[in-house]
Structures are given as C-alpha cells and as structure tokens.
Nanobody, 115 residues
Framework: QVQVVESGGGLVQPGGSLRLSCASS????????MGWYRQAPGKQRESVAT???????DYADSVKGRFTISRDNAKNAVYLQMNSLKPEDTAVYYC?????????WGQGTQVTVSS
C-alpha cells in the first residue's frame, strides 16, 4: 500500500523559512509529476509548485522567487524550500505524486506564518 507523508511544517515568523519534505513508501513506480498544493481556511486548494520527472518546474505567481521545489527520483521524494514567508502563505500544504495510472495525496502539513 502506498503512503505519502509530508513533514516540515510549523509556526514561523514573517520573513522566515521552512523546508517541507514529502516521502513515499510502498510499491509506487513511474512517478511522472510531483507537486505541492495548499489550502487556506475558506479557500480552494491551489497549486503552489510542480516538477516533472525531467526537472521542469512551475510555480504559482504568488510564490515565484521565494519558493523552490526539488525532487529526488531515487527516493521518490519531493521538497519545497520556502523563504521570505508571508502571513498569506498560511495554509495546509499537501504533496501530490502522479504516476501513469494513479494520483497519490498526502495528509498535509500545517504551515502558519505569524508574529
């Protein structure tokens, strides 16, 4: 059974940094796309950053220049380095892994940016 687990969330002051990690376990093969999404209270889930197997990245306009997504294909892991955090970045952050046949979501990790 495939499990996707995020870690690294927490409380940080505005201007601070966090690094999120997403690890997968179980029989998961052929991951094509990996990405981070977030959902703030009362809002829809939105894409934050995605990366293809070949390393092509895409970012939401609101995080460009502040966040960096990276992946380790050997470990089936994806990371999100978040710098210059703002209160509006507060949300539950979810990891998404896409294979040729399935889509896997993690349970989410809370990120709170507040002074």
């Amino acid at each position: 059974q495939v499990q996707v687990v995020e870690s690294g969330g927490g409380l940080v002051q505005p201007g601070g940094s966090l690094r999120l990690s997403c690890a997968s376990s179980g029989n998961i093969f052929g991951i094509v796309d990996m990405g981070w999404y977030r959902q703030a209270p009362g809002k829809q889930r939105e894409s934050v950053a995605t990366v293809t197997r070949l390393g092509r990245t895409d970012y939401a306009d609101s995080v460009k220049g502040r966040f960096t997504i990276s992946r380790d294909n050997a470990k089936n892991a994806v990371y999100l380095q978040m710098n210059s955090l703002k209160p509006e970045d507060t949300a539950v952050y979810y990891c998404k892994l896409v294979t040729f046949t399935n889509v896997y979501w993690g349970q989410g990790t809370q990120v709170t940016v507040s002074s």
